[in-house]
């Protein structure tokens, strides 16, 4: 793993978080923030934000985008029928970047490749649930060349053994609650794949279904594999 003090993640909660980048971009990966049950208070505002990155179009991952979009202006990044609807829905600006599975977007220097994710999705607006396109992850690399791989909601699959021998990865963080997602069970086959050293779990405590737990992940991948376990509010 790359020696890293200038990329800093600080969890909002479930599968929120929001990202400094090594020169001092805000990012919100996922938008559940001010409906969040777990988000610390003194998160649950966003007064500033550069970028904003959607994985899919379920609630607890858009519910606040549309609000903080108006109130910050940030660049939105997706899939590219999220960002036709969360633009129809009054997202602002003109210059909001829809992509695919696949591609990479060039942001000031912070390279995001779209790859794939095992789920569901749709926009609940008014009652209806919009078509939002296919679920998504990122890998994300920072202007220092720190490299992330954050999968958003999914099961574990073959193709991250590509995203491993593809990118550079330094950390993956994981969803391991289960019942919507992998478990730590299959989060760490995840990891086998993936290949990397450092995880950061999510979308796990949030509700009584998500039951697993970075200590699980942890006994299952063994000592060679740093799992860190921190609350809502920490950084790392």
Same mark, same amino acid.
């Given at each position: 793993?790359?020696?890293?003090?200038?990329?800093?993640?600080?969890?909002?909660?479930?599968?929120?978080?929001?990202?400094?980048?090594?020169?001092?971009?805000?990012?919100?990966? %996922?938008?559940?923030?001010?409906?969040?049950?777990?988000?610390?208070?003194?998160?649950?505002?966003?007064?500033?934000? %550069?970028l904003m990155l959607i994985t899919h179009g379920?609630?607890?991952?858009?519910?606040?985008?549309?609000?903080?979009?108006?109130?910050?202006?940030?660049?939105?990044?997706?899939?590219?029928?999220?960002?036709?609807?969360?633009?129809?829905?009054?997202?602002?600006?003109?210059?909001?970047?829809?992509?695919?599975?696949?591609?990479?977007? %060039?942001?000031?220097?912070?390279?995001?490749?779209?790859?794939?994710?095992?789920?569901?999705?749709?926009?609940?607006?008014?009652?209806?649930?919009?078509?939002?396109?296919?679920?998504?992850g990122y890998v994300i690399e920072f202007e220092?060349?720190?490299?992330?791989?954050?999968?958003?909601?999914?099961?574990?699959?073959?193709?991250?053994?590509?995203?491993?021998?593809?990118?550079?990865?330094?950390?993956?963080?994981?969803?391991?609650?289960?019942?919507?997602?992998?478990?730590?069970?299959?989060?760490?086959?995840?990891?086998?794949?993936?290949?990397?050293?450092?995880?950061?779990?999510?979308?796990?405590?949030?509700?009584?279904?998500?039951?697993?737990?970075?200590?699980?992940?942890?006994?299952?991948?063994?000592?060679?594999?740093?799992?860190?376990?921190?609350?809502?509010?920490?950084?790392?």
């Open positions: 793993m790359r020696i890293n003090d200038e990329v800093r993640f600080t969890w909002i909660g479930h599968g929120t978080w929001l990202a400094r980048s090594a020169q001092g971009k805000q990012m919100l990966l %996922d938008a559940w923030v001010a409906g969040n049950p777990v988000a610390p208070e003194h998160l649950k505002k966003i007064d500033s934000l %550069d379920h609630f607890d991952h858009t519910g606040d985008a549309l609000e903080i979009g108006k109130a910050t202006h940030p660049k939105l990044i997706a899939i590219a029928e999220t960002v036709s609807v969360l633009g129809g829905l009054g997202f602002p600006g003109s210059d909001n970047i829809g992509m695919n599975k696949g591609g990479t977007v %060039d942001v000031d220097g912070i390279k995001i490749t779209m790859v794939d994710a095992r789920h569901s999705g749709g926009i609940d607006v008014n009652e209806q649930k919009l078509y939002g396109g296919d679920p998504a220092n060349g720190f490299t992330v791989y954050f999968a958003g909601d999914t099961d574990v699959f073959m193709d991250m053994k590509l995203f491993g021998e593809l990118h550079r990865l330094d950390a993956a963080f994981l969803p391991i609650g289960g019942h919507y997602t992998m478990d730590p069970k299959r989060a760490a086959k995840a990891v086998e794949l993936l290949g990397v050293k450092t995880v950061v779990p999510m979308h796990f405590g949030t509700f009584p279904l998500l039951t697993g737990r970075p200590s699980q992940l942890q006994e299952l991948v063994g000592p060679g594999v740093n799992v860190l376990d921190i609350q809502p509010g920490a950084e790392v």
